[in-house]
């Protein structure tokens, strides 16, 4: 591979050109493909196969009630000793139910005097919207109609709060990328001392990036993806984007230093950073396109989606990044270096090198002081609670959230996570059997009331609604869906709504971790097997990764969860973790935490294949690795922080984990503890069993198969050519 890979550094050097205006033509075939095919995204989490969704098939099939459009929910609170039912404030909320009906988009309006959805203390009612499209169709315009009409009550006194799928926009991602794009590039500034270097990763990254989101926007069209979709696909492409660039620039100024012409330099810098960059990113895809094994579909979605912007960032890397060095030529290399034909000879040594004698000088306390920093960081996950977002998680300076607390003080904490009952039957039979299932459900604890059957025309579906005397995400509203589910007269009627569903989702998710991470981690063993042809290594590695998943974890449930450091992050809500975060946060940062692993590792490979003794091998790939691989945490860092300040509670939440996780990987993990568990080991990190090394195909991921095809004496070039 890495032969292909030099020769297709030096073809991408040489025709800079062509490949350029390749490049362009398929961003304009994706930008024409995205404009004209692309369709609306989704905040739907169903699960097929799981009894709330099919329940809600049985209730858009036999009843007409669909869940599929987006609703909303306007509550009108009566101040103080005055209540909603008072003469004016009953003419300001009618007037206001009228309005809404003659709202754009609006398809029913429930007046909360007719359906009696006021508070038994009168001091608060609310009235139920449902809309003619979906979630992602609700227009600006129609969402302007929806609160001018609601806040009209203000006039008779009245408070009104607005919650439900319709009265959310669109969150503003596009200022977090912002930042982390900004901190990224002062850190390639800092990093190469050349405007030019530091340019060509950022560029690269958000060429990659919008290909990504062209790709996803068409996929639109096609299939149903989440509306986090994007903003999780563009946190990826940028973080990987630029540190994929950043590796082989960085060789390709090594190489150039070491007085290689450019064309050269390419060639080399492709074949090892490059060779890297395919394993690193390999990793990556294999971690998101497994999210398939689940059989959720939003999460499958999800995965391919940010998976094809990940590989969107190799291809660019492997092929743009060596056709713009050779428009930029020796521009890449700081002004006093650009003068000389090769590098400076120094014998100071760099951090890099310090660092690593360091390490293997106190490699016994340089495993365990950052194990216990580890260890204490995991300790809160042990109460890590799970949930999918509603509007209780909402800011609380937010309408959603204030709609809610208003509906949960004048209704109960239940009332906002209703469980609906579907009873089927023979037809004519369904109002015995919802009969028998509401006696049975009422003499449940936690139950404060069970309303009513609603039986169709047929008289073989009805519909129950049951109040708990929990909030939606309580662990007692989990237990009483369990119990029901345990009821004899279960095989008659099926449980959901909205919070059923959450908690199916929430249990589906628990059972597709384990299968899911023996896949991933199974694949990525053989696959890290293959790169450094060894047993311990890719163990090591492994085991790494649990440690900053752990921490990762910890640091999440303090902050997210618990509130710690909570208003000092911008964290304005706490509450349970999403609970797709676990399958996520498992699966992204497995991938990132084998990028450092195969970019640290394979340059002290590199230098043990040349026959250095392990622990200058370690030495010299800390030497050459260190400067680099702390520049590309750095900003993956600072693109993953930058979504803390996303409106998407998962985006969120997943930016702030990742972000901690790629530090605690990338600081305590591959640059303290691996070396000196490698120093530890020894020539035993090298081991491989002689049948299975006859067994696995050689890659060459050091490029020393390319190196040695070279020339015996490569033709010199004058001055490389240079951009005007």
């Known amino acids: 591979m890495a032969s292909l890979l030099y020769r297709l550094g030096q073809f991408s050097y040489r025709r800079r050109w062509r490949v350029l205006l390749m490049v362009v033509a398929v961003l304009g075939l994706l930008g024409v493909g995205a404009a004209t095919l692309s369709g609306p995204t989704t905040n739907a989490f169903n699960i097929p196969g799981t009894e709330s969704t099919r329940a809600l098939a049985v209730l858009k099939d036999k009843m007409g009630v669909g869940a599929d459009n987006a609703s909303a929910t306007v509550v009108f609170t009566a101040p103080g000793s005055a209540q909603v039912t008072g003469a004016s404030q009953r003419a300001a909320i009618e007037n206001a139910v009228a309005t809404l009906r003659r709202a754009p988009q609006v398809a029913s309006v429930g007046d909360p005097f007719s359906a009696k959805t006021i508070s038994r203390d009168g001091h608060t009612a609310y009235a139920s919207i449902s809309y003619s499209v979906a979630d992602g169709d609700v227009t600006d315009v129609a969402r302007a109609a929806l609160f001018s009409a609601g806040r009209s009550v203000r006039s008779a006194g009245l408070e009104v709060e607005f919650g439900g799928s319709a009265t959310q926009a669109g969150d503003g991602a596009g200022a977090t990328e912002g930042i982390g794009i900004v901190v990224a590039a002062v850190v390639l500034m800092i990093t190469f001392g050349a405007l030019v270097a530091a340019g060509l990763p950022l560029l690269t990254a958000i060429l990659g990036v919008v290909a990504g989101m062209t790709g996803i926007q068409i996929a639109t069209g096609f299939f149903d993806l989440s509306a986090s979709t994007s903003a999780l696909a563009t946190m990826l492409g940028l973080a990987v984007g630029?540190?994929?660039?950043?590796?082989?620039?960085?060789?390709?100024?090594?190489?150039?230093?070491?007085?290689?012409?450019?064309?050269?330099?390419?060639?080399?810098?492709?074949?090892?950073?490059?060779?890297?960059?395919?394993?690193?990113?390999?990793?990556?895809?294999?971690?998101?396109?497994?999210?398939?094994?689940?059989?959720?579909?939003?999460?499958?979605?999800?995965?391919?989606?940010?998976?094809?912007?990940?590989?969107?960032?190799?291809?660019?890397?492997?092929?743009?990044?060596?056709?713009?060095?050779?428009?930029?030529?020796?521009?890449?290399?700081?002004?006093?270096?650009?003068?000389?034909?090769?590098?400076?000879?120094?014998?100071?040594?760099?951090?890099?090198?310090?660092?690593?004698?360091?390490?293997?000088?106190?490699?016994?306390?340089?495993?365990?002081?950052?194990?216990?920093?580890?260890?204490?960081?995991?300790?809160?996950?042990?109460?890590?609670?799970?949930?999918?977002?509603?509007?209780?998680?909402?800011?609380?300076?937010s309408t959603q959230r204030k709609a809610y607390d208003q509906l949960s003080a004048g209704f109960g904490a239940g009332f906002n996570g209703p469980l609906l009952i579907v009873v089927s039957a023979e037809p004519g039979g369904a109002s015995a059997a919802a009969s028998v299932a509401r006696s049975a459900i009422a003499a449940l604890p936690d139950v404060v009331v069970v309303t009513a059957p609603v039986v169709n025309p047929a008289g073989d579906t009805a519909l129950l609604t049951v109040i708990p005397g929990s909030g939606s995400t309580s662990p007692a509203t989990k237990d009483l869906v369990a119990t029901i589910r345990a009821l004899p007269a279960h095989r008659d009627f099926a449980v959901t709504g909205t919070t059923a569903v959450n908690i199916d989702v929430s249990d589906k998710m628990a059972h597709a971790l384990i299968?899911?991470?023996?896949?991933?981690?199974?694949?990525?063993?053989?696959?890290?097997?293959?790169?450094?042809?060894?047993?311990?290594?890719?163990?090591?590695?492994?085991?790494?990764?649990?440690?900053?998943?752990?921490?990762?974890?910890?640091?999440?449930?303090?902050?997210?969860?618990?509130?710690?450091?909570?208003?000092?992050?911008?964290?304005?809500?706490?509450?349970?973790?999403?609970?797709?975060?676990?399958?996520?946060?498992?699966?992204?940062?497995?991938?990132?935490?084998?990028?450092?692993?195969?970019?640290?590792?394979?340059?002290?490979?590199?230098?043990?294949?040349?026959?250095?003794?392990?622990?200058?091998?370690?030495?010299?790939?800390?030497?050459?690795?260190?400067?680099?691989?702390?520049?590309?945490?750095?900003?993956?860092?600072?693109?993953?922080?930058?979504?803390?300040?996303?409106?998407?509670?998962?985006?969120?939440?997943?930016?702030?984990?990742?972000?901690?996780?790629?530090?605690?990987?990338?600081?305590?993990?591959?640059?303290?503890?691996?070396?000196?568990?490698?120093?530890?080991?020894?020539?035993?990190?090298?081991?491989?069993?002689?049948?299975?090394?006859?067994?696995?195909?050689?890659?060459?991921?050091?490029?020393?198969?390319?190196?040695?095809?070279?020339?015996?004496?490569?033709?010199?070039?004058?001055?490389?050519?240079?951009?005007?």
């Open 515 to 724: 299968p899911y991470l023996a896949i991933v981690v199974g694949l990525a063993f053989l696959l890290l097997m293959l790169v450094f042809r060894s047993v311990l290594v890719p163990l090591k590695a492994t085991l790494g990764f649990l440690l900053s998943v752990v921490a990762a974890f910890g640091a999440l449930v303090a902050v997210f969860q618990d509130g710690h450091l909570a208003g000092l992050l911008g964290v304005e809500a706490t509450g349970p973790i999403v609970s797709i975060m676990p399958i996520f946060l498992i699966g992204i940062l497995f991938g990132l935490a084998m990028d450092y692993e195969v970019f640290l590792v394979t340059r002290t490979r590199e230098e043990y294949v040349a026959g250095a003794a392990p622990d200058e091998a370690v030495v010299t790939g800390l030497r050459h690795g260190a400067r680099v691989v702390t520049a590309a945490a750095l900003i993956m860092i600072s693109v993953f922080a930058g979504f803390i300040l996303a409106d998407d509670s998962i985006i969120k939440s997943l930016g702030f984990a990742l972000a901690f996780g790629v530090a605690v990987d990338a600081f305590l993990v591959r640059m303290t503890i691996v070396p000196a568990v490698l120093s530890l080991l020894g020539r035993a990190a090298w081991w491989l069993p002689s049948w299975l090394d006859r067994l696995l195909p050689q890659v060459d991921v050091e490029g020393s198969s390319a190196v040695a095809a070279e020339p015996a004496a490569a033709p010199s070039e004058p001055e490389l050519p240079v951009a005007a």
């Open 242 to 397: 630029i540190d994929y660039a950043l590796f082989v620039v960085s060789r390709f100024r090594h190489e150039l230093l070491r007085g290689h012409p450019g064309e050269v330099a390419a060639g080399r810098a492709a074949a090892t950073a490059g060779s890297a960059v395919v394993f690193a990113g390999l990793t990556v895809i294999i971690a998101l396109v497994a999210l398939s094994v689940t059989g959720i579909p939003f999460l499958t979605a999800m995965g391919l989606a940010a998976a094809g912007t990940v590989l969107m960032a190799v291809l660019i890397t492997l092929t743009l990044i060596p056709a713009l060095l050779g428009f930029a030529g020796r521009k890449v290399l700081p002004r006093r270096a650009r003068r000389l034909s090769a590098a400076p000879s120094t014998t100071a040594a760099g951090f890099g090198e310090r660092w690593a004698r360091l390490v293997l000088k106190n490699r016994v306390v340089a495993v365990l002081i950052p194990l216990g920093l580890i260890l204490a960081a995991a300790v809160p996950a042990l109460h890590l609670h799970l949930a999918l977002p509603d509007d209780s998680t909402a800011a609380p300076s």
